[in-house]
């Protein structure tokens, strides 16, 4: 693979557009294209535009048809220990099933379906049929709030959630239902014609008129779907993401393209020899990297893989890796903060089983820093196997930039080179490549040079917020948000976010949307959220608020007030939004413009001297805030 790969990124320079036919010729055309790239109207992408695809044939019915229906898909493992297995034959009856059920409840093409589901099998054979059909999902985590739920599914004016009673976390049912009975109260949806509801926990619910169990409505459908190719460019899916500003955008992904994307680099990042590896993702379908790799790159290559329903404490920490050992996987696919909760626990956990058949380990979502990077190359992988440590996005679809198995010679904390295919650069505020250093280059700004199958199409129902975030600061070029610098072999080092998104155990969120929520609350004035530095979760969300005195009524002292907000905030956003700290202060430092310096407040946040004030239209604000902060603060 390494020296094919090597040939490869000859092949690139030479004909970048032949090469990426040539990945897209690896799935199953309806109707072929002519035309690669349409690039007339940048930065609205057209790739293989002639060409007609399914994308749920290409993960199912091909492997059947070409003989492949008896290999395993899914080992499901439930979080009380129950388990299931799916052949791609029987995922495919499944998901024909499914997709006749979605027809007869009056889904069409075109239509969008929202998911706020549990990690059971029933959420991939959702998204397939819901892609088989031509309709296009928008799956929400099911970690968010009914809030949250509810204005994506607005967003998107949602004709159906899928849904289940619960799902199992942490040992307890964590109800899922409720929530979306709370997202619809007061016909607040009104979009919303019928409620798909999957049987898990056996958790009490109540059912109205709407409201439709799963394994009814595929007990009556016909089963027998035959899948017809749509248009390269149709809408695959919807994906909400946080941005800069409050509103998280709606990410939309086309068919051809972002398949193409999916399954190629799902292919050659972690080397998959689709008939011997096991393949493990551990992200949740709610985010991206659960859209590309646990339902859509490793399906289309068929891949048999693991899908566990838990977290990698219940009911222990030795969860995972018994799962690693029992099912022999050898392609193992997480974030950093796992791998740094389980280095803080000790190495006893892990060192127990039986890991032998790893082989390629992959990371994503944040930066993964050495120290993370040799734990989990030694304790894990025994220090034979190869890491990949994957950049990408939402909006990328796809990997972008990762070591290739064996062609490397891997660096820990260096997500390395762009994948063959992929043209990246990095500049400085004025869009000009950065200047060589003596160790490689100065730090800057990350773009993707030339436009890429798997991009985002836009924002849902938004093109100018599209042109706008990623197009208008570097034109021509996409603006990904994150810093990175060139080491002296020409590696890139990515150095975080530049913006207001944080990373929270790889969980994207948006700075702005924290404080919106806050301020939505009476007794809140002002907010400011920043991402501060934490050992486990890369960042926390710490926030600092003015209170409206006049709202606050018997005068609550901190830590009361710090839970009430930290509560509103898991009621508005979800859990993974609430701050780890909130502290109350007169004043937020504002330059003479009248901007908050979250510089300043990061670097309370994180405990270190306070950076220069001398912007500040007062500077007085930052003593006060300092001295709080040394008289303790709320949690
Ligand atoms: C960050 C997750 C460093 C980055 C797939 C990016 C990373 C954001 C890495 C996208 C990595 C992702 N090294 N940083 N290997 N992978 N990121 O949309 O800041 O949830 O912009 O997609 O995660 O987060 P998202």
Redesign the pocket.
Same mark, same amino acid.
Do not use: C, F, N, Y
């Given at each position: 693979m390494g020296d094919d790969f090597r040939a490869s990124f000859r092949v690139q320079s030479e004909d970048r557009l032949a090469f990426w036919a040539e990945q897209s010729r690896h799935l199953h055309w309806h109707k072929p294209f002519t035309k690669t790239l349409d690039w007339t109207n940048p930065p609205f992408a057209k790739w293989f535009e002639d060409g007609q695809i399914n994308a749920s044939y290409n993960c199912l019915d091909r492997h059947v048809l070409e003989g492949r229906g008896g290999r395993i898909a899914i080992f499901f493992e439930g979080e009380p220990g129950d388990t299931k297995t799916y052949t791609y034959s029987q995922l495919l009856a499944e998901t024909k099933k499914a997709a006749n059920a979605l027809l007869d409840l009056g889904v069409s093409e075109g239509d969008r379906v929202a998911l706020y589901m549990p990690m059971i099998p029933e959420a991939v054979i959702s998204m397939l049929a819901i892609a088989r059909i031509g309709a296009v999902h928008s799956v929400v985590f099911g970690g968010f709030s009914a809030e949250s739920l509810r204005s994506r599914i607005n967003d998107a004016q949602a004709k159906l959630v899928i849904t289940a009673d619960g799902g199992f976390r942490k040992g307890k049912a964590h109800p899922l239902k409720e929530a979306v009975d709370q997202a619809l109260e007061n016909n607040s949806c009104p979009s919303i014609e019928h409620v798909l509801v999957v049987e898990r926990t056996k958790s009490e619910v109540i059912m109205s008129d709407k409201d439709v169990w799963w394994q009814d409505a595929l007990g009556k459908a016909a089963t027998d779907h035959v899948a017809v190719g749509f248009d390269a460019e149709h809408p695959l899916f919807i994906l909400y993401?946080s941005g800069t500003t409050g509103k998280p955008k709606g990410i939309l992904h086309t068919t051809g393209g972002y398949l193409t994307g999916a399954s190629y680099s799902h292919r050659v990042v972690f080397e998959l020899n689709s008939e011997k590896d096991i393949y493990w993702c551990t992200a949740d379908v709610g985010?991206?990297?659960g859209h590309s790799y646990v339902v859509y790159g490793s399906l289309a290559n068929g891949a048999t893989q693991v899908i566990y329903e838990g977290t990698p404490d219940s009911p222990n920490f030795e969860r995972w890796w018994e799962i690693i050992a029992k099912y022999k996987v050898s392609i193992f696919y997480t974030a950093p903060t796992a791998i740094r909760t389980f280095m803080k626990i000790g190495r006893s956990v892990v060192d127990g089983h039986d890991l032998t058949s790893l082989r390629i380990l992959g990371?994503?979502?944040?930066?993964?820093n050495p120290e993370a990077w040799h734990w989990y190359h030694d304790v894990v992988g025994g220090s034979k196997c190869e890491i990949v440590?994957? /950049? /990408?996005?939402?909006?990328?679809g796809s990997i972008m930039?990762?070591p290739i198995p064996h062609a490397f010679k891997t660096k820990s904390g260096s997500?390395q080179r762009p994948l063959p295919g992929i043209t990246v650069g990095i500049v400085d505020e004025n869009g000009v490549p950065v200047k060589s250093t003596h160790d490689g280059s100065e730090a800057g700004y990350l773009t993707i040079d030339e436009p890429w199958p798997s991009m985002l199409r836009g924002i849902w129902g938004d093109p100018e917020r599209y042109v706008e975030t990623y197009w208008s600061k570097f034109p021509g070029k996409y603006f990904?948000?994150?810093g990175a610098r060139f080491d002296e072999d020409g590696d890139i080092w990515?150095l975080?976010?530049i913006d207001d998104?944080i990373?929270v155990s790889?969980?994207?969120l948006s700075t702005a949307e924290i404080e919106s929520a806050l301020v939505e609350h009476h007794w809140v004035a002002e907010a400011a959220v920043v991402g501060a530095k934490d050992e486990i979760t890369e960042q926390a969300v710490v926030a600092f608020v003015i209170l409206r005195q006049d709202e606050l009524g018997d005068a609550p002292n901190e830590e009361e007030i710090g839970k009430v907000l930290g509560n509103w905030v898991t009621e508005k956003i979800g859990a993974i939004a609430r701050p780890r700290q909130i502290m109350v202060v007169s004043e937020l430092p504002k330059t003479r413009s009248g901007k908050i310096m979250r510089r300043l407040l990061k670097d309370v946040a994180e405990g270190r001297p306070v950076g220069d004030t001398t912007t500040l239209a007062d500077s007085s604000v930052m003593n006060a805030i300092n001295d709080k902060l040394h008289e303790g603060a709320t949690d």
């Open positions: 993401t985010w991206i990297t990371s994503v979502g944040e930066p993964i440590d994957t /950049w /990408w996005q939402t909006e990328t930039i990762s997500a990904a948000g994150d990515l975080g976010r998104v990373k790889g969980h994207r």
